[in-house]
Every structure is written in C-alpha cells, then in structure tokens.
C-alpha cells in the first residue's frame, strides 16, 4: 500500500498562492499516474493536475495557466502551486497515486480562498 501525506493547505485571499506538496512512500516514479484532485462541499471529487508517467503534465480547464503540478524524484514528491486563488479554488485537495490499477490517496489538505 503506497502511504501518501499532504501538506500546504490553509486560507488564502483571493488572488494569494500557496504550495501543496505530497510525499510518497514509494519512487514517484513508479506510478502510472500522480497527481492532485479536489473536492469541495457538496460536490463531487475532480482532477485538478495530473502527470502520468510519460511527464506530460494535464490541468483541468478552470485551473490552466494558474496552476503548476511538478514532481521531484529525488524527494518523491509531487507538488502543486496554486496562483490566482479564487474563491471557488476552496476545497479539500487529495494526492493520489495509481499503480497497476490500484489509487492511493492521502489524507487530503484543506484550502481555503476568502477574503
């Protein structure tokens, strides 16, 4: 089972950025896919960025251009930046890792864009 732990979360104003880092337990580079999803109340969870192993990077629309997803292999970690903060950026944010067909998921961070 691959252990992955979030962090960066927090409330931001609108226009503000923040970092969400999660490291994994195991190679980043192992996974078929790694990346970050979100979901906020009352809605159902969306992927936000992703980079399958091939290291093209995908962004949902509403997040092109603001948000950067990266991964370091030499900290197995994948990171997401988050520029431009809107209010409806405001969700908990998930890591997750697929390997084989299996997802992983952290524990998730919450973020928070308000003024």
């Known amino acids: 089972q691959v252990q992955l732990v979030e962090s960066g979360g927090g409330l931001v104003q609108p226009g503000g950025s923040l970092r969400l880092s999660c490291v994994a337990s195991?190679?980043?580079?192992?996974?078929?896919?790694i990346g970050w999803y979100r979901q906020a109340p009352g809605k159902e969870r969306e992927s936000v960025a992703i980079?399958?192993?091939?290291?093209?990077?995908y962004y949902t629309d509403s997040v092109k251009g603001r948000f950067t997803i990266a991964r370091d292999g030499a900290k197995n970690t994948v990171s997401l930046q988050m520029s431009s903060l809107k209010p409806e950026d405001t969700a908990v944010y998930y890591c997750?890792?697929?390997?084989?067909?299996?997802?992983?998921w952290g524990q998730g961070t919450q973020v928070t864009v308000s003024s």
């Open positions: 195991g190679s980043i580079f192992s996974f078929n896919v």
């Open positions: 997750c890792a697929i390997q084989n067909g299996i997802s992983s």
């Open positions: 980079i399958p192993s091939s290291g093209t990077t």
